[in-house]
């Protein structure tokens, strides 16, 4: 029997790939709406592909129907084509799975990725017909809900959503859900859940606080507006990741998306403590999952799934302790079953290449490095425990294994860099196409050469990092240091086996101006979305112009979140958020760096970073 | 050992293209643990081969495609494994084990049969059988086709074998999310479906239309095809046209 489609086939067959509207997915999960009493709607909020690659959906949408009582579905931005007849047509957006109209749904689930999203984030609210900003909805409306890394500085679209959900979903979501449906059977009302989901660990609720402001624009303090919110949100967290929730039945799309194969979550957090890098502070303590139940689950969703590649996930994946065992575990099993192994990517060593020789084509396959700096003093600066020594060691080994192509990923515009540091680029790309030189002999080399390429991505300071102080360059210095990094390049004696690719400066300066924001951006965002901008993550859809018109004119100066130098005791938006690490132990870090200091990783020594606080992981290994 | 796979690809699926039809199959045939044989060489696939691709929008009663597999229990238990791991919309019919001579599933392909649907009721042409009757009468049937390059005149005339209205015939794409049937007639067609000659059911609307002096609407029609043949010579030396599946045996 026909599932009836929320568009017609006219539409469907006017829109490209139309597959990424219609559900009915292997594993996709079908209930009777009569028989659940929660309708939850999952939100990635961009195109099918790259949402359906999303582990953390593919999570919670398992996790809560496995709940008898509660249907979750899916809904991802329609692309600019659809987005644009749905508009003409005034047709609601709805659910895959039921295709009803999402504002029909109890919830709606927001995961907030990256900032570059937050104008789809509207798109769906508009498209689906609630109301724009929370306070307008009405008892009847969806509860808006957000989660994800930029749920961790929320306020500048906070004014859009109900609740956030802070931190891990496995932990709080069935104790929301049952205090929802309880107000709802005591004829409790809109407000009434909010207050009592505001004493539910980790969930925030936006609208019962107001933002106070200094003279010179910074925070001054939170104002409650509700007696009872709490003056701060703990993040949630899974203590025990063997033994939680995994979907073990993840939905298999029928059109390619971004992360077309089955993955394998083998731990959460990272020991490393780049001082750049938001998750690695986000999502401590280190867990690492225990590797018979990482045996049991490939097989078993191998066989739920039919897939012909499975990869592993997680920060340096490295330094998951028993990898060792479950790579020979996974070659084992999958190369009889024509099976491919996708491998994150790897620290540099005999182990990794060999293993790495094992499941892909050598000739084709290339090596990664993240040095992220070009001098050992900017590595010490951001704690990149990665030195010159070991990548050229790394290189030599792999060059001698028949590999041929190498990547390098640095990032322009961090704290205290110099013109010395750019041109170390150039540098340490040449000396690794020396290497190539050095170790192979002219008659071992396949086409003769060796290709090098050099990515740089400019800095941005993110919340929660220890360079949440930092100053981020403007488009211009970045230009400029781009141009450096490329003259540097063109004067290395290797130059031609060198090639060079850089970032977008435009779209790196908004997202630094989102990812520090305040409440403020809430109405540069609604202006902008309202002017057209959409999929801003998306080189083709992108409009600076427009986005500076929009700060222009609401008035709001964009330095101000950019290149202003912030003060120790400043108050950041996001300081009522509690990620475990301590802002005392960010600051310590801040200050380190700008001295050059490195600090030991979690598993040599402790830095008390105050993640010690949630009672497990690497905390208490010995 | 060669087997010959009929399936039925109707509802939502019809907005599923042909290479991830494609796609779909090679991981069901995992799920199902069907002991598929592999080709040689640095990246092995399933040997793995469909008949006739057919266009997005469009339903099928009458897909095939062939695969080698290494090893089976019976045929039966092939189609229940793969019906188990199927979703709303592609149904496994038949699984029969094909002769070691016999060709691939694409080069076997002669004919298709197609209905089409006028999908909001009757067809809006008046005394439609007639028309119908005296349109295939005619001695050619010229179109105008346009390539990247050049137009070119065709004539669909020898490559249409049969075309008439018919009863409707409440397959599963026929019937709608309430469970109503269908009560319309639909036009039926056979139609050259070989590599050389193959003919669109879409084309032959279209002329007809045209000669009807009748404008549809896009999309207004939907075209299923029913079954796909192909050319055998009986036992009494005479050319005959068979359902792919025919070739197999269980």
Redesign the interface.
Known sequence: ?????ALS??I??QVEK??RY?????NSVMKNKEDVDIRFCMCFPDIYEIGMSHLGIQILYSMFNSWDDVWCERVYSPWVDLDKIMRDKGIALFALESQEPVKNMDFLGITIQYEMCYTNILQILDLSQIPLYAKDRSENDTIVIGGGPCSYNPEPIADFFDLFYIGEGETQYRLLLDTYNENKRNGGTRREFLEKAAQIPGIYVPLFYEEEYKPDGTVKGRKKLYDKAPDTVLKEIVMDVSDTHYPLKPI?P???VTQDRLVLEIQRGCIRGCRFCQAGQLYRPVRERDVDVLKKYAVEM???????EVSLSSLSSSDYSKLNELLEFLIGYCNSR?INISLPSLRIDAFSLDVMGKVQ?VKKSSLTFAPEAGSQRLRDVINKGLTEEVILDGAALAFKGGWTRVKLYFMLGLPTETEEDILGIGDLSNKIAAVFFDTVPKEKRVNGKVQIVTSTSFFIPKPFTPFQWARMCTKEEFIEKAYQTKKGIMSQLNQKSIKYNWHEADVSVLEGILARGDRKLAKVILTAYKRGCLFDSWSECFHNDVWLSCFEDCGIDMDFYTTRERNEDEIFPWDFIDCGVTKEFLLKEWKKAMNGETSPNCKSQCQGCGANRFGGGVCFER | MKIRIKFAKYGTLKFIGHLDVMRFFQKAIRRAGIDIKYSEGFSPHQIMSFAAPLGVGMESMGEYLDIEVNSITSVEDMKTALNETMVDGIDVLSVKILPDSSKNAMASVAAAAYTISYKEGNFPIDDIQQKLADFYAKESIVVTKKTKKSTMDMDLKPGIFELKMDKPLNIPSDIDSDGDKQITPVIYILVDASSSGNIKPSMVLDAFCAYCNVELEPYSCQITRLETYTRIIDAQGEEKLVPLEEAGHE
């Open positions: 029997m026909k599932r009836k489609l086939d006219e469907l067959m139309p597959a219609i559900g009915n997915e292997v298999v029928f059109i390619q191998l066989n739920n799934t039919g897939y012909d024509y084509d």
